[in-house]
């Protein structure tokens, strides 16, 4: 098992993790070294080539950036080369996911964890972010069918934390377009705790599919 730094645009680090194995599927993650730090990501997905990336200014970046969802996609077709790619993210991280996906479809799974997938009439008390209306138009375009992943999706959210509203709305959107999304309801808020907790059985349910559709 040994870690090693990649290169990557301006703007964006990361490492990246290989088991002894090969791997079968590459997870790529954002928020990268604190998502493995609070939730041990690579012992939890054992056999999964694990890459770890961090944007320098991740309130711009992870806010239905286009720059950075090119970037993205770049990314993951350098890393992917046949090997089925996961995106696991959680909050901003779950959103540029999605929105990366939606505008450039490389992706064969996302894991997205209390997405901010900010909407008017359920989150006025986010209004006040600079990017707000970048992510709203996003979201909107995707509840009004106009775009759609593809992919199969597992959406989970804290029972009681404010985006719960806005993750069961994306779940219906993306589940009206014909998208296979499974969506989890789970205890806890926004916060490292719950994301760590659902990683089994809900990641693990999601790459068996990822597995059974490549």
Same mark, same amino acid.
């Given at each position: 098992?040994?870690?090693?730094?990649?290169?990557?645009?301006?703007?964006?680090?990361?490492?990246?993790?290989?088991?002894?194995?090969?791997?079968?599927?590459?997870?790529?993650?954002?928020?990268?070294?604190?998502?493995?730090?609070?939730?041990?990501?690579?012992?939890?997905?054992?056999?999964?080539?694990?890459?770890?990336?961090d944007?320098?200014?991740r309130?711009?970046?992870?806010?239905?950036?286009?720059?950075?969802?090119?970037? /993205?996609?770049?990314?993951?077709?350098?890393?992917?080369?046949?090997?089925?790619?996961?995106?696991?993210?959680?909050? !901003?991280?779950?959103?540029? /996911?999605?929105?990366?996906?939606?505008?450039?479809?490389?992706?064969?799974?996302?894991?997205?964890?209390?997405?901010?997938?900010?909407?008017?009439?359920?989150?006025?008390?986010?209004?006040?972010?600079?990017?707000?209306?970048?992510?709203?138009?996003?979201?909107?375009?995707?509840a009004?069918?106009?775009?759609?992943?593809?992919?199969?999706?597992?959406?989970?959210?804290?029972?009681?934390?404010?985006?719960?509203?806005?993750?069961?709305?994306?779940?219906?959107?993306?589940?009206?377009?014909g998208?296979?999304?499974?969506f989890?309801?789970?205890?806890?808020?926004?916060?490292?705790?719950?994301?760590?907790?659902?990683?089994?059985?809900?990641?693990?349910?999601? !790459?068996?599919?990822?597995?059974?559709?490549?």
């Amino acid at each position: 098992m040994t870690w090693h730094d990649l290169d990557l645009p301006r703007g964006i680090t990361g490492r990246a993790w290989s088991p002894r194995s090969p791997a079968g599927v590459v997870l790529l993650v954002h928020d990268g070294a604190e998502y493995e730090h609070r939730t041990r990501l690579t012992s939890a997905a054992p056999g999964c080539h694990v890459v770890l990336l961090d944007a320098r200014d991740r309130l711009t970046q992870y806010s239905a950036d286009p720059a950075y969802a090119r970037q /993205l996609s770049r990314i993951v077709r350098d890393l992917g080369r046949g090997a089925p790619v996961v995106g696991v993210g959680a909050s !901003l991280g779950a959103l540029a /996911l999605l929105h990366a996906q939606c505008r450039f479809p490389v992706f064969d799974g996302l894991f997205l964890q209390s997405g901010s997938f900010f909407r008017p009439a359920l989150d006025r008390q986010e209004s006040d972010f600079r990017h707000w209306l970048r992510i709203v138009r996003f979201t909107g375009r995707v509840a009004r069918g106009s775009l759609g992943p593809g992919v199969p999706i597992t959406l989970t959210c804290g029972t009681v934390e404010e985006n719960l509203a806005n993750n069961r709305d994306m779940a219906r959107a993306l589940l009206a377009q014909g998208c296979p999304v499974t969506f989890a309801e789970v205890p806890g808020g926004h916060d490292w705790d719950s994301w760590r907790a659902a990683l089994d059985p809900h990641l693990t349910a999601l !790459l068996r599919r990822v597995h059974q559709e490549d």
